[in-house]
Structures are given as structure tokens and as C-alpha cells.
């Protein structure tokens, strides 16, 4: 037996893991989304503090909602960045059973990508979704008014997510739209666009 042998320790050595396997963004690719809320909040922040508030203004002013909403998002950008430095999330291959209600393709292309490394993950679905929703909003908030399009913004985010409840998420979409519209209409006295709904709110 040689030397080497012989001083050969004899428990195995424990597995350094992904993180230190793939480097440290291995997983933490979300900080970037917690460092893009922080840096709209801070856009938003300077906006505010830069507003032509004119004398005589009802209380709370114009500033007071964008103000919450810039809270909100450092609030949310600090939450975010917390957790995906304590527990990174990388990006999984996805597997199937026999239970599994899945095509042939699908299988075979998750086998595929199982013996692919890639640097980067994304899934361009759901961000592809959530864009053109983004550019309806823009679009068409005019035209159909803030219920209609934040509605449609809603619907169009839940489905590139995963969502395949059409009827409930559109039906949701409304609902939230419609309170968000009554809260700044009538409880703040902001007023958003009626659109087609004009002659009815």
C-alpha cells in the first residue's frame, strides 16, 4: 500500500455546492430586478422631489401617492435583494413522471436541455407576456381607460406566468382595476383615464 493510500482520509468530502461550483451569481441573477425597482424608485423619488406643487393644493397633494408608491418599491427592492443573497434560486431542468401530462416534445426537449449548461436563464415567455402587456397599457390607456387597460395588463402578466384561468384572472383584473380607479377618483380626488367607461363612472 502507498503513502498515499495509507494517508487517504476516510469519510467523503463534503460537496461544495452550486454556488461555489458556478461562481457566486449562480441563482442570484433576481438581484438585478430588486437593483431595477431600486433605481425606478429613486426616479420616482427625484420626481417628486422636483414637482411644480401648486399653491392652495388639497391635502394629501399630489405627491402622497407617487410617495407610497416609492416606499413601496424600496421596501420591495430591500426584500428582494434579502432573499435571493440567502437563498439563491437556480434555474432548474424541468423533469417529468409517467403521472406527468406531458407530449413526447416536451420530454424530449427537457432531456435535451439537461445536458446543456448554460450561463444564463430566462424565461423569455413570461417576459415577452408581461412586455407587450406593459405596451398595451401604454398604448391603449386612452383609449380603453385605466380599468379596461390595467385589467387587460393584469391578464396578460397572469398568463405569462402560468396563469390558464382566463375567465377568473380577467374577472379578477376588474375587480382590482375598478378599486384602484374608485380609491384614486373618489377617495383621492385623482382622476385616471375613463375611456370607453366614461358615461358609466
Known amino acids: 500500500m502507498s503513502q498515499s493510500q495509507r494517508s487517504a482520509p476516510s469519510h467523503p468530502v463534503a460537496d461544495a ?35 411644480a406643487v401648486p399653491d392652495g393644493a388639497d391635502a394629501p397633494g399630489p405627491q402622497f401617492v ?3 408608491i416609492t416606499v413601496a418599491g424600496y421596501i420591495l427592492s430591500v426584500l428582494l435583494a434579502v432573499h435571493y443573497l440567502r437563498t439563491p434560486e437556480p434555474a432548474v431542468t424541468p423533469t417529468f413522471t409517467a403521472e406527468d401530462d406531458a407530449t413526447e416534445e416536451e ?3 427537457a432531456e435535451a436541455a439537461a445536458t446543456v ?28 381607460g385605466w380599468i379596461l387597460a390595467a ?16 375567465l377568473f384572472d380577467a374577472s379578477l383584473g376588474l375587480l382590482l382595476s375598478s378599486f384602484i380607479y374608485l380609491a384614486f377618483d373618489v377617495g383621492l380626488g385623482l382622476s385616471l383615464p375613463s375611456g370607453l367607461l366614461g358615461g358609466v363612472f
Open 66 to 68: 407617487p410617495l407610497i
Open 17 to 51: 455546492g452550486p454556488s461555489s461550483a458556478h461562481g457566486w451569481w449562480h441563482g442570484r441573477s433576481g438581484l438585478f430586478l430588486a437593483a431595477f425597482m431600486a433605481a425606478f424608485s429613486t426616479y420616482l423619488l427625484v420626481g417628486i422631489l422636483t414637482m
Open 151 to 166: 385589467a387587460l395588463l393584469f391578464w396578460c402578466v397572469a398568463h405569462g406566468i402560468g396563469s390558464r384561468r382566463h
Open 107 to 109: 420530454r424530449r426537449a
Open 117 to 144: 449548461q448554460y450561463r444564463t436563464f430566462s424565461d423569455w415567455y413570461a417576459v415577452g407576456w408581461s412586455v407587450a402587456g406593459f405596451l398595451a397599457f401604454a398604448l391603449l390607456l386612452d383609449v380603453l
